[in-house]
């Protein structure tokens, strides 16, 4: 039989997570519900070869947020679950989508919650999601919860909508400007050289550095290929890897000019999904444990566990905790966080604070493309102008000699 990896939930707000050999996702939630744990994902331990699979069938986050509109409208209506889904799992286009909802239809049938049946997909369901559909059935306000989940989602879809649209004006210039420094180098500098070569002129140091450079491309052009396509590999083995995304946003935090954008997008995360948990009845600590793994942001992941391990545990409010770290949290949010606290409206706080951020992530971007436009356009100009400005020097001196 297979063997499942599980992390669940005690009713203590403890996490767990151990293996289990059964059957299938199924037996391995209903386990965990006889021994009134909640599930928080369940994967199947798998051989490596079969990673690729499951990775190229994503549902997509537009595809999330439907899900959980039409399931909540329909909720609302008076449809039964199983009916619903059944419904969506007949207007679904996509084979990725249409397998998942057939496996939750199924599961739903069998007997289990939707959150448990959504919990054996733990690659396309996040815990957040799980956790706010798992509250909303405690509460039995579920189709609220829905509500909830696409109107976080939302945020999330618009919030990676802004940063690829800052992204990518500065990597279409880029692009070209590779273009035309690789034509350049590997076309205009080796017909010149010749041209030089053969009217003996003593050449400028920039001149003989970039032909060099020439010279080195052209002849050993696929080991120049070999080089980038191993950059290139390298890049995005690191953004898979657990250890490679940690570097890489260590390295941006500690970036000028993204490292304030990179603190207000931990924010956002922070505030949003935090609020959205607790005004689902998720408990502080068990709120801020997922919170920590939905962030995205290493950093504020490990001190987001810490303080609900080390302090909220132990009876030290949020705010306080969030004082005593002001390189991750302003001061304004620790002390408007302390204010909610105190006047027991911190749902409401956390509310405002993630629509001051995102409004802040806002002006971040535009003021980042108002730096970088120029001064990537100052780059790319004065490279150009250096080569350009190799090609005409010699030429200079060859009309000189010639006069």
């Given at each position: 039989?297979?063997i499942?990896?599980?992390v669940?939930s005690?009713?203590d ?15 391995v ?5 006889k ?5 928080i994902?369940?994967?199947e ?8 699979v ?5 549902i997509?986050?537009l595809?999330k947020?439907?899900?959980a509109?039409?399931?909540?409208l329909?909720i609302?209506?008076g449809?039964?679950m199983a009916e619903a889904?059944?419904?969506l799992l007949?207007?679904a286009e996509?084979a990725p989508?249409?397998k ?7 599961d739903?049938?069998?007997g ?7 919990a ?10 799980i ?10 306000n579920?189709?609220?919860s ?15 909508k802004?940063i690829?649209?800052a992204?990518?004006y500065?990597a279409?210039?880029?692009?070209l ?5 690789a034509l350049?180098?590997?076309v205009?500098l ?9 009217a003996?002129v003593?050449?400028p140091?920039l001149t ?7 010279d080195?491309v052209?002849?050993?052009f696929?080991?120049t290929l070999a ?10 083995l690191a953004r ?5 995304k ?9 970036t ?7 603190k207000?997008?931990?924010?956002v ?6 609020h959205s948990?607790?005004k689902?009845g998720?408990?502080?600590t068990r709120?801020?444990?997922?919170t920590?793994q939905?962030i995205?942001n290493?950093?504020y992941r ?11 545990s132990k009876?030290?409010s949020?705010?306080m905790?969030?004082k005593?770290?002001?390189?991750y ?7 408007m ?8 409206n ?6 405002n604070?993630?629509?001051?951020y995102e409004?802040?992530v806002d002006?971040t971007?535009?003021?980042?493309i ?7 356009l ?8 250096a080569i350009?400005l190799?090609?005409?020097m010699p030429?200079y001196?060859m009309?000189?000699?010639v006069r």
């Amino acid at each position: 039989m297979p063997i499942f990896t599980y992390v669940a939930s005690k009713k203590d707000g403890t996490i767990v997570e151990e293996e289990i050999e059964t059957k299938d996702q199924a037996s391995v939630v209903a386990y965990l519900e006889k021994h009134d744990y909640f599930p928080i994902s369940v994967k199947e331990k798998r051989a490596r070869h079969q990673l690729a699979v499951s990775f190229s069938s994503k549902i997509t986050l537009l595809e999330k947020i439907t899900f959980a509109r039409n399931l909540s409208l329909m909720i609302k209506s008076g449809i039964g679950m199983a009916e619903a889904v059944s419904i969506l799992l007949e207007d679904a286009e996509r084979a990725p989508l249409r397998k998942v909802l057939s496996k939750i239809k199924a599961d739903l049938e069998k007997g289990l919650q939707l959150s448990a049946a959504l919990a054996t997909f733990p690659t396309q369901f996040s815990t957040v999601f799980i956790s706010l559909l798992n509250a909303g059935e405690e509460s039995g306000n579920l189709e609220s919860s829905l509500l909830q989940i696409a109107t976080q989602l939302k945020k999330e879809n618009d919030l990676k909508k802004k940063i690829m649209s800052a992204m990518a004006y500065p990597a279409i210039l880029l692009s070209l400007a590779f273009g035309v420094v690789a034509l350049l180098v590997t076309v205009v500098l080796p017909r010149v050289s010749k041209i030089f070569t053969q009217a003996h002129v003593q050449l400028p140091l920039l001149t003989r550095i970039l032909l060099g450079i020439s010279d080195f491309v052209v002849s050993q052009f696929f080991a120049t290929l070999a080089i980038l396509a191993g950059i290139v590999a390298l890049v995005v083995l690191a953004r898979r890897s657990s250890a490679g995304k940690r570097a890489l946003q260590v390295l941006f935090i500690k970036t000028p000019l993204i490292a304030p954008l990179m603190k207000k997008i931990a924010l956002v995360r922070f505030t949003g999904t935090l609020h959205s948990l607790m005004k689902a009845g998720v408990p502080l600590t068990r709120a801020l444990e997922i919170t920590a793994q939905a962030i995205g942001n290493a950093s504020y992941r490990d001190v987001l566990l810490g303080i609900a391990k080390n302090e909220i545990s132990k009876g030290i409010s949020l705010g306080m905790a969030l004082k005593q770290r002001p390189e991750y949290f302003p001061r304004l949010t620790s002390s408007m966080i302390v204010v909610g606290e105190k006047s027991g409206n911190l749902e409401n706080v956390l509310e405002n604070l993630s629509s001051f951020y995102e409004e802040e992530v806002d002006g971040t971007i535009k003021a980042l493309i108002t730096i970088l436009e120029p001064a990537l356009l100052l780059c790319i100009g004065l490279i150009i102008g250096a080569i350009a400005l190799s090609i005409v020097m010699p030429i200079y001196q060859m009309i000189n000699v010639v006069r």
